[in-house]
């Protein structure tokens, strides 16, 4: 089982920036998807972003395009999450993920991923 270690959240105002890195305790594989979600208290799970590890190509979710970008280190078996311009509805818990490619479903679906994170949380205050 590959360990994933996030870290890079804390508290910011709105308007301010973090950058989440998760980095891998093994080479994850060829050909997988890792992603960034987050819950919220009383909210499901939610894909942020997600990127194709073979070829870097990248997905977001509608509420953090343009704001988000992910990014990835292969060499490094690393992962990040620029987040700018943030606001409150940002505050949540973000986890890292890494899945295979073979699954029909949404890369930002949280089912299609076998390895989790423990989580950091990010707090954006007004």
């Known amino acids: 089982q590959v360990q994933l270690v996030e870290s890079g959240g804390g508290s910011v105002q709105a308007g301010g920036s973090l950058r989440l890195s998760c980095a891998a305790s093994?080479?994850?594989?060829?050909?997988?998807?890792m992603g960034w979600f987050r819950q919220a208290p009383g909210k499901e799970r939610e894909g942020v972003a997600a990127?194709?590890?073979?070829?870097?190509?990248?997905f977001y979710a509608d509420s953090v395009k343009g704001r988000f970008t992910i990014s990835r280190d292969n060499a490094k078996n690393t992962v990040y999450l620029q987040m700018n311009s943030l606001n409150p509805d940002d505050t949540a818990m973000y986890y890292c993920?890494?899945?295979?490619?073979?699954?029909?479903?949404?890369?930002?679906?949280?089912?299609?991923?076998?390895?989790w994170g423990q989580g950091t949380q990010v707090t954006v205050s007004s």
């Open positions: 993920a890494a899945g295979p490619s073979s699954y029909g479903l949404s890369v930002l679906n949280p089912q299609r991923y076998n390895y």
């Open positions: 093994a080479y994850i594989g060829s050909g997988k998807f």
């Open positions: 990127v194709y590890t073979n070829t870097g190509s990248t």
